[in-house]
């Protein structure tokens, strides 16, 4: 077995969450907007499991199903959009022929191990949206077209710095911008991280999946 039956794979995401954000807090660290960047990651993974509870039944249901849908796919993209939180690590020179620099080296630990931790968010999250389309045939599509939206949040937020809420508060300046912002190089991006988020799904996602009994 992956894990002891006492530790389901929600509550080790939470025991790590709150160990790294203690991490963070009480260290001296460059990295504090890693406090906020894994809160919002964290907060969709939560959101994640509340999707089959939410999924609508009945008309009077859905106002309530679709205001946790839509929250879910405006947070989501925060998760794997940690990534590329990586490029920080440019901010120390890692010149490791001159000798180990310890302050790099617990810099490079601290961003790596929230990166590997949002992947773990990742894999889980994506697990709990596919089982929202057990069985259906057009779950692989609706995946697909997942994963591409994530890819085209994580866009919008790392290179038009706008954020989920943008979407409530400025819609028109957000599509705007990313229409405006399309390119030949922005395509790839969005293609690159969509593949990378495959990827990730296709080694690991499998393993990880359990009974949704918790």
Same mark, same amino acid.
């Given at each position: 077995m992956l894990m002891n039956e006492h530790m389901t794979v929600r509550n080790k995401a939470r025991l790590l969450y709150f160990a790294y954000l203690a991490l963070l807090i009480v260290t001296e660290n460059s990295?504090?907007?890693?406090?906020?960047?894994?809160? %919002? *990651?964290?907060?969709?993974?939560?959101?994640?499991?509340?999707?089959?509870?939410?999924?609508?039944?009945?008309?009077?249901? =859905?106002?309530?199903?679709?205001?946790?849908?839509? %929250?879910?796919? %405006?947070?989501?993209?925060?998760?794997?959009?940690?990534?590329?939180?990586?490029?920080?690590?440019?901010?120390?020179?890692?010149?490791?022929?001159?000798?180990? *620099?310890?302050?790099?080296?617990?810099?490079?630990?601290l961003l790596v191990a929230g990166v590997l931790l949002a992947l773990f968010f990742y894999v889980i999250m994506v697990e709990q949206v596919r089982g929202l389309f057990a069985g259906k045939r057009l779950g692989a599509l609706a995946l697909l077209i997942f994963v591409l939206l994530e890819s085209v949040g994580i866009f919008i937020g790392?290179? =038009?710095?706008?954020?989920?809420?943008? %979407?409530?508060?400025?819609?028109?300046?957000? =599509?705007r911008q990313f229409i405006?912002?399309?390119s030949r190089d922005a395509i790839l991006f969005i293609g690159w991280i969509s593949i990378l988020q495959l990827m990730i799904l296709w080694m690991f996602a499998h393993p990880l999946k359990e009974k949704r009994n918790d």
């Open positions: 990295f504090s907007f890693m406090i906020f960047n894994s809160f %919002l *990651a964290f907060a969709a993974l939560e959101i994640s499991y509340l999707l089959p509870l939410f999924r609508p039944r009945s008309k009077a249901e =859905l106002p309530a199903g679709l205001f946790v849908y839509l %929250l879910f796919l %405006l947070m989501s993209p925060n998760v794997f959009y940690i990534v590329t939180d990586l490029i920080h690590l440019n901010a120390f020179p890692f010149r490791y022929t001159a000798g180990l *620099a310890f302050r790099e080296w617990w810099h490079f630990f790392r290179f =038009l710095r706008f954020h989920s809420v943008h %979407l409530f508060t400025e819609p028109l300046a957000l =599509l405006d912002s399309l």
